[in-house]
């Protein structure tokens, strides 16, 4: 069982920045593939980017979001620039391991993720 704990949530101006960490306590973290969705109310859960073999943004973030991975500490980070109010939302890590297992697709569906962290809340004002 992979434990996944988000944090870096919180209100922000449009136009600000917010970093997400995603981090957990498995030490072959390196050898999953690490995604982050998000959730508004009343809406289905979206993709957002995910970092595995490849990297994938979803169209609505690319040249504002960013993935990445400290290794070292078994913590994934998304770096959300130029937030619009739309993004608010509660974003969600998850994870699947990389090897061994099914072929997970691109990565972009929920439905190909094993582990997910509790959510933390971003908030955009405009």
């Known amino acids: 069982q992979v434990h996944l704990v988000e944090s870096g949530g919180g209100l922000v101006q449009a136009g600000g920045s917010l970093r997400l960490s995603c981090a957990t306590s498995e030490r072959t973290f390196s050898g999953y593939a690490v995604g982050w969705f998000r959730q508004a109310p009343g809406k289905e859960r979206e993709f957002v980017t995910t970092?595995?073999?490849?990297?994938y943004y979803a169209d609505s973030v690319k040249g504002r979001f960013t993935i990445s991975r400290d290794n070292a500490k078994n913590t994934v980070y998304l770096q959300m620039n130029n937030l619009k109010p739309e993004n608010t939302a509660n974003y969600y890590c998850?994870?699947?391991?990389?090897?061994?297992?099914?072929?997970?697709?691109?990565?972009?569906?929920?439905?190909?993720?094993?582990?997910w962290g509790q959510g933390t809340q971003v908030t955009v004002s405009s």
């Open positions: 998850a994870a699947y391991p990389l090897y061994g297992g099914p072929n997970r697709g691109a990565g972009n569906s929920p439905e190909s993720y094993d582990y």
């Open positions: 970092n595995g073999l490849t990297t």
